[in-house]
């Protein structure tokens, strides 16, 4: 799958734009007799202008979709509702975190996409940079999205 112009637009519109919040709406499952499951549904990313750019990886898909806005609560109730609360949506800030204290307060520079075709991103994977700071955000394996250090050489190998 590739990105739409508009997707393309929207990627690109948050670079030199100053990150000032990153949060994970995550989807929890209580219900689950292994344990509790749970995975990224959005990454929302919070701008200094106030303006929003919500990531999300829809159901069986394998792409990451950029989207303006999420209604979460209103989802979070509707969930609730269809699950008898066995599931609900948890949402963290984990904008002072390691992985992201690099990119907060600072304009993003970049949005990195693979180009595999002239013209045509894939939609796996991007990059988020900062100067030297890079956050890599992905399809994780089960569901949902993943975020991760970028550029990381682990020399134990």
């Known amino acids: 799958m ?12 948050m670079e030199g734009k100053l990150l000032q919040m990153v949060y994970y ?8 007799t292994n344990g509790i499951m749970h995975f990224i549904d959005y990454m929302e990313l919070q701008f200094t ?7 999300h990886r829809p159901d ?3 792409c990451i979709l950029p989207l303006l806005m ?15 609360g066995k599931i609900k949506y948890v949402t963290k800030d984990f904008s002072d975190t390691l992985l992201w204290r690099g990119l907060i307060g600072r ?9 595999d075709e ?3 991103y894939t939609t796996e994977a991007l990059v988020l940079e900062a100067g030297e700071a890079k956050v ?9 999205l993943e975020a991760g250090p970028f550029g990381i050489v682990d020399d134990e190998d």
Request: cysteine-free.
């Open 2 to 13: 590739v990105y739409t112009k508009e997707e393309l637009l929207l990627l690109q519109g």
């Open 25 to 32: 709406h995550q989807w929890v499952n209580n219900a689950d």
């Open 49 to 55: 202008d106030g303006t929003k750019v919500v990531l």
């Open 60 to 62: 069986e898909q394998e």
């Open 70 to 84: 999420v209604n979460i609560p209103a989802l979070n109730a509707a969930v609730v509702k269809e699950f008898n």
């Open 107 to 115: 304009p993003l520079t970049a949005v990195l996409l693979d180009e």
């Open 118 to 120: 002239p013209g045509m």
């Open 136 to 144: 890599l955000i992905g399809l994780s394996m089960g569901e949902g």
